[in-house]
């Protein structure tokens, strides 16, 4: 198995009392994608902004390739040649004054990459994500939802990432577009084999994107493992609340009586875990904070009422 591209190891990041991300480990290997899923709040955008350098960590140690994150201006213009974005919104992410060839180019005269083919690199890029003949001098509000995000791909990946952070990149589409958004995302990560850390409040999409998925609550990981796995059988009362909440093709599986109603939110014990105040199975263990233990298959899951698997860690950092 590849080493690990990126590596969080009891990352924390607070933000005066609040603890955004609360002692979050995992790792995203080359040419897979970790899909993070949990409600508005819960820390995803955080983490985000900490893999690409725009936020140092509280505690805890972050990895890209096997090294520390840098602290210098210089390491971290060199990341982040390394590590690119798509955001949520397109109709806010790019610059309406820039021309199409400006957005595209702006990331390769960064990086230094514009002499020695910069104007022909903007169109390959154009090509590969669907927009080919495009008007270089035309501006983005030239362009559909859908077309604005393929500019926002075509400048993530100018600078030849290893990896690109995809914060809800399809959510302000519509579900039509967002179908050949994610395909295209799936067809450029086989072509280029990028890693992706796929963010997202819809478990549906990462469920369709994703590798190995990480449910978050609270800035902490609830669940961890191989999306199909987690999909079939979710350990974590979180997990299993998140995924009732999916529309079914089958009427049966549409029917509003089988979701899992959560509690409203209430205070949790700061040394408990983080969703016993919204648990509908919170007993009297969870006044004390469950380890991310290892239940086997490469599943991690923090809940007292989960049985740990034979090789059992209560993990510190992410998984090997």
Same mark, same amino acid.
């Given at each position: 198995?590849?080493?690990?591209?990126?590596?969080?190891?009891?990352?924390?990041?607070?933000?005066?009392?609040?603890?955004?991300?609360?002692?979050?480990?995992?790792?995203?290997?080359?040419?897979?994608?970790?899909?993070?899923?949990?409600?508005?709040?819960?820390?995803?955008?955080?983490?985000?902004?900490?893999?690409?350098?725009?936020?140092?960590?509280?505690?805890?140690?972050?990895?890209?390739?096997?090294?520390?994150?840098?602290?210098?201006?210089? +390491?971290?213009?060199?990341?982040? !040649?390394?590590? %690119?974005? @798509?955001?949520? #919104? =397109?109709?806010?992410?790019?610059?309406?004054? /820039?021309?199409?060839?400006?957005?595209?180019?702006?990331?390769?005269?960064?990086?230094?990459?514009?002499?020695?083919?910069?104007?022909?690199?903007?169109?390959?890029?154009?090509?590969?994500?669907?927009?080919?003949?495009?008007?270089?001098?035309?501006?983005?509000?030239?362009?559909?939802?859908?077309?604005?995000?393929?500019?926002?791909?075509?400048?993530?990946?100018?600078?030849?990432?290893?990896?690109?952070?995809?914060?809800?990149?399809?959510?302000?589409?519509?579900?039509?577009?967002?179908?050949?958004?994610?395909?295209?995302?799936?067809?450029?990560?086989?072509?280029?084999?990028?890693?992706?850390?796929?963010?997202?409040?819809?478990?549906?999409?990462?469920?369709?994107?994703?590798?190995?998925?990480?449910?978050?609550?609270? +800035?902490?990981?609830?669940?961890? !493992?191989?999306? %199909?796995? @987690?999909?079939? #059988? =979710?350990?974590?009362?979180?997990?299993?609340? /998140?995924?009732?909440?999916?529309?079914?093709?089958?009427?049966?599986?549409?029917?509003?009586?089988?979701?899992?109603?959560?509690?409203?939110?209430?205070?949790?014990?700061?040394?408990?875990?983080?969703?016993?105040?919204?648990?509908?199975?919170?007993?009297?263990?969870?006044?004390?904070?469950?380890?991310?233990?290892?239940?086997?298959?490469?599943?991690?899951?923090?809940?007292?009422?989960?049985?740990?698997?034979?090789?059992?860690?209560?993990?510190?950092?992410?998984?090997?």
């Amino acid at each position: 198995m590849a080493e690990p591209l990126v590596e969080f190891a009891d990352v924390t990041k607070r933000f005066g009392h609040v603890r955004a991300v609360d002692g979050m480990s995992f790792a995203i290997r080359p040419g897979r994608t970790l899909g993070m899923v949990g409600e508005s709040g819960c820390g995803k955008s955080t983490v985000a902004r900490l893999v690409l350098g725009l936020e140092h960590a509280t505690a805890g140690t972050l990895r890209f390739g096997g090294r520390p994150y840098p602290e210098s201006d210089r +390491g971290l213009r060199e990341l982040r !040649g390394q590590v %690119a974005m @798509v955001f949520q #919104d =397109p109709y806010e992410s790019l610059d309406p004054r /820039l021309s199409l060839r400006e957005i595209v180019a702006e990331p390769l005269k960064a990086h230094g990459m514009w002499r020695g083919g910069g104007p022909g690199r903007v169109r390959e890029l154009l090509d590969a994500v669907g927009l080919p003949g495009a008007d270089l001098g035309s501006r983005p509000g030239d362009y559909s939802g859908g077309g604005r995000q393929r500019i926002g791909i075509a400048r993530a990946l100018a600078s030849r990432p290893r990896l690109v952070v995809c914060d809800e990149p399809t959510s302000a589409l519509d579900v039509s577009i967002q179908a050949q958004i994610i395909n295209l995302l799936l067809r450029l990560q086989a072509e280029h084999g990028l890693a992706y850390l796929f963010i997202s409040h819809d478990l549906d999409v990462v469920r369709r994107v994703s590798d190995d998925v990480a449910v978050v609550y609270a +800035g902490a990981i609830m669940e961890e !493992g191989p999306t %199909a796995a @987690v999909s079939a #059988d =979710p350990q974590h009362p979180y997990t299993r609340a /998140l995924l009732s909440a999916v529309a079914g093709l089958s009427p049966d599986q549409r029917r509003l009586d089988r979701r899992i109603k959560l509690g409203e939110e209430r205070a949790a014990a700061p040394e408990g875990c983080p969703f016993a105040g919204r648990c509908p199975a919170v007993h009297d263990a969870c006044s004390a904070r469950p380890p991310l233990r290892d239940v086997g298959g490469g599943r991690r899951v923090a809940c007292h009422l989960v049985t740990p698997g034979p090789a059992d860690t209560a993990q510190e950092g992410p998984p090997t």
